[in-house]
């Protein structure tokens, strides 16, 4: 069956660090994945997509890399700043017919000032 | 832009007792979402309805669950009678046509006692 990895664990980084979550899939090839942010008592907000023939995407200070070898993708948030606090859920999702996000559980990332 | 609404925001039942959630999507966005979000977990997809279609339901509890989407706007999910382990956020999504970003409501958290 379809199976999408994130680090249970939360992530502690100082202020202006980078962040680097993971997350792996294993049993299927999505076409697409996409990274949201969870504030605790709110609903995900999308924050990127990237295609299967896209190795990378860029968005302000978030970078996502997309291995479709490793069945990986990292997502990286550079000079990172507490507001940036939150849950990172990826979603990965196969192309053709309806369109289903499948959530990972997601990754804690806790910045200190 | 309004974003999707749902009601009610919180609610405690108690067990064998029914409940029902509500979810307006933003206006035009023809495929609807039903998300659960057991704490410390991902989304898991409940429904899927395009317009007033169901489009994918293979992991609804039936026995217990249902959703409808009559005339293609509003939703409704109904539990019937609840269990303790329903306890979680019931999160509603819509999408757009041609598009793959999904848009959640803020959720509607149930805790069953």
């Known amino acids: 069956s379809q199976k999408i990895e994130q680090n249970s664990e939360a992530l502690n980084i100082q202020e202006g660090k980078t962040a680097t979550l993971t997350c792996n899939y294993t049993?299927?090839?999505?076409?697409?994945l996409q990274w949201y942010r969870q504030d605790p008592g709110r609903g995900p907000v999308f924050l990127l997509l990237?295609?299967?023939?896209?190795k990378e995407k860029r968005k302000e200070r978030l970078k996502v890399t997309f291995d479709t070898t490793l069945k990986q993708s990292l997502f990286h948030i550079t000079a990172s700043q507490p507001a940036d606090s939150a849950t990172y859920l990826c979603?990965?999702?196969?192309?053709?017919?309806?369109?289903?996000?499948?959530f990972g559980r997601g990754t804690s990332l806790i910045v200190h000032p | 832009e309004a974003g999707v609404a749902q009601s009610p925001r919180y609610k405690i039942i108690e067990k064998r007792q029914s409940v029902a959630f509500w979810c307006n999507p933003i206006s035009g966005h023809a495929t609807l979402y039903w998300y659960q979000q057991i704490l410390g977990q991902g989304p898991k997809l409940l429904i899927q309805?395009?317009?007033?279609?169901?489009?994918?339901d293979s992991q609804l509890p039936k026995d217990r669950f249902s959703a409808e989407r009559l005339k293609g706007v509003d939703s409704t999910l109904k539990i019937q009678p609840a269990k303790l382990e329903d306890s979680a956020v019931y999160l509603c999504?819509?999408?757009?046509?041609?598009?793959?970003?999904?848009?959640f409501g803020e959720g509607s958290w149930l805790t069953v006692v």
């Open positions: 309805f395009q317009n007033n279609g169901v489009v994918d």
């Open positions: 049993n299927y090839s999505p076409a697409y």
């Open positions: 999504a819509s999408k757009p046509q041609g598009e793959n970003t999904i848009y």
């Open positions: 979603a990965p999702s196969a192309s053709g017919g309806s369109y289903i996000p499948t």
């Open positions: 990237i295609r299967e023939n896209e």
